[in-house]
């Protein structure tokens, strides 16, 4: 049986060929504008420890009265635990900021949340999302850092400094605050339960019911938290809302939905009584786009990256996530998918990009950073044990120590496998600038971009060596 099923997911694997590489281009960086700037894992006995999984975080923080800023990464932890192939371990996720007056590769520790000496329950199991925002109840400026855990969890500090980092707000329920957007004077949060993906008793209650609640918005003004949205705006299929962004007066946001495909609605408009209007239905081009992932706003119009069925990447083959981008009189067009106004194709032409992981425009060009499942496919391949215990056949204990084929890890070794970078002048013409994530291939995606002192920095998500942070070289 685990040999049928090993061999079924290498046929699915087989038409997977090196479709791309780096292009030259009129403009924009090129992959010899890079440098790492993050040893892997932040630093080797850090790691060691706490496993440092990925820069899952980013953002660029100038508290008020400061001269200067500097780029904040928050972690996830012990991701292969999540993912099963690991023993359970305490989680102690971080935040740091990037230092390069202390070193050129410094990342100082502002948040250690094994200081903060909670239970497993109450303690944060990593930092999914970071925003700036100016209160509008008392017009101080925070970062705030949106957690993840069985606790889910809303931390900030008003100058970024070790020892001033203080949880503003909690709730008694697993999940994480994914997605953060300013939108008309409030800060807006989505709640979603990604437990439930990998955990029964996390998707269930104790009736064996599907939880819900999942589907959440929320919105602060610095001193209170409220509920916006909590029905999936109506649709029980609607299990999470992945991304939020603001765009032309309303609030935009993506949905998961792994029945009927990925929705996009908008909602607190210039008419606050006015009800939210779906604007995307069925996946956008593909109804295997199960997720909108991100949201990013450039030249007028609103890019939104897809997630592929995740279903389907397991059993039918490797399915690459679509891009689309909606006008102001919320007109979609495919930027990377069927019929797409370029030519691009889904995934950008690579099949194992599964994810539209990160947007961001740096000095006039948009840059796309993507997730490569071929690099985790490779690893289920040589644990078997993962796949059947995925499949409700076999015990737990063979997910950490199950290893048969490893000549499979062949597949890691494809020139293509790694998240992959793209970049393009009018979100219409794309160039390749790395399909390899910069030569490691375990760095499996551009988990976070941002622009900042006028440098590109992007945060890897790598499970297997530590994550990495890499930016562009600063300019002479």
Partial sequence: MRLTICLLLILCLMPLACLRSPEPAPGGLAPSDFEQVAPNGFDAEDHAADKNDYAWSMEYFVPDG????????????????WKGFQEHQPVYPEIRRYRPDMA???WERVLDTRDLQLADHDRPHGFRSMKVYRNQCDGKQYLYAGGRGETTSLWRSETGEPGTWQEFWQEDQEGSIRGMAVHRGLLYMSFYNDY???SKAAAE????KAKEGSAVILATDGRDVW?????????????GIFTLESFNGWLYAGTHNPLQGAQVWKLAGPDPAAPPVRVMEGGGPRWLNEAAM???VFQDHLYVGMQASFIFRMIGGLKAA???????????EVIAGPHSLGGEKSGFGEPGNAYIWSMCEHDGWFYVGTYDIVTGLSYMLSHPGYILNMMGIGGKEETSTAKVLTTIDLVRLKPNAGGDLYKSKDGVHWY???????????????RTIKSANGRLFMGMANPYDGLEVWASRERP
């Fill in 205 to 208: 209650d104790s009736a064996g």
């Fill in 104 to 106: 050129p590769a410094a």
């Fill in 227 to 239: 509920t916006v949205m909590n029905d999936g705006f109506g649709n029980s299929n609607n299990v």
């Fill in 196 to 198: 439930a993906m990998v």
């Fill in 432 to 446: 390749c600038i790395t399909t390899d994530a910069f030569g490691n291939h375990n760095n499996y995606g551009v």
């Fill in 294 to 296: 991100t949201m990013h």
């Fill in 322 to 332: 679509d891009l689309v981008r909606f006008d102001t009189e919320d007109r979609m």
């Fill in 66 to 81: 400061a001269e200067t800023g500097y780029v904040y990464v928050g972690t996830w932890n012990r991701v292969q635990q």
